[in-house]
């Protein structure tokens, strides 16, 4: 298994408040990914990074940023927390993109995340 | 952009066969196929490329028809743990990548 850890993997907050989730890996992959998963939407890409403070949006940025100041972690923050992020956030990771395209994303276990 | 996936649901005996497929409205590059038990994380089954590159995984193969971007998914002789929700992703130009909305496989003894 890709060595991908995510913290916490549960967590409870008030709407408003800020949250912040990590994901840690050891593969020493390029490319690193948020993804929130909700039922009847499958998996949204939330922002992505292809390296050490290179970051970009995904289809559903809107309330969340990302940081990257090391290659093993990627933050994402939820500055104002609503209860319409109630979700749960994979992180996923790859090698990144070469000539023959994505590489295979390996997805850590998960972040469940209650905004009241 | 998101590619729709059909069935959404699907309840298979043992043994029986099942085609999951996944359509885009874009040119793709490729597609993968991902596959997610009950509380568990996404894991990687296969990628197909453009040119028609098959690759299969046990019982589980698939297809791309680049012509029509679409692919299907094939699983023959089905088993209990075959149960899951089964994702598609595509990759289109400029490496757009978007997962499908799953399906859903449920097998019964």
């Known amino acids: 298994d890709a060595g991908i850890t995510q913290s916490p993997r549960h967590k409870v907050t008030e709407t408003g408040t800020p949250v912040t989730l990590r994901c840690h890996q050891t593969?020493?992959?390029?490319?690193m990914y948020w993804y929130r998963q909700d039922p009847g939407h499958g998996l949204r890409l939330i922002h992505y990074?292809?390296?050490?403070?290179?970051?970009d949006k995904g289809e559903v940025s809107d309330g969340y940023s990302v940081s990257r100041s090391k290659t093993e972690d990627f933050l994402l923050t939820l500055e104002s927390a609503t209860s319409s992020q109630t979700s749960v956030y994979f992180c996923?990771?790859?090698?990144?993109?070469?000539?023959?395209?994505?590489?295979?994303?390996?997805f850590g276990p998960g972040t469940r995340l209650l905004v009241l | 952009q998101q590619p729709v996936q059909s069935p959404q649901a699907v309840i298979l005996r043992e043994g029986e066969d099942a085609v999951i497929n996944c359509s885009s409205s874009?040119?793709?590059?490729?597609v993968h196929w991902y596959r997610q038990k009950h509380g568990e994380a996404p894991v990687f089954l296969m990628i197909?490329?453009?040119?028609?590159e098959q690759k299969g995984h046990d019982k589980i193969s698939a297809s791309f028809n680049e012509k029509k971007q679409q692919s299907s998914l094939y699983l023959t002789a089905s088993q209990l743990s075959y149960s899951g929700t089964y994702f598609c992703?595509?990759?289109?130009?400029?490496?757009?990548?978007?997962f499908g909305t799953g399906t859903s496989l449920t097998v019964i003894p």
């Open positions: 874009k040119a793709l590059y490729s």
């Open positions: 992703g595509t990759e289109s130009v400029g490496n757009q990548f978007y």
């Open positions: 197909l490329l453009k040119g028609g």
């Open positions: 990074s292809y390296g050490v403070k290179d970051t």
């Open positions: 593969e020493n992959h390029r490319y």
């Open positions: 996923a990771i790859s090698e990144g993109v070469t000539t023959t395209g994505t590489e295979t994303q390996y």
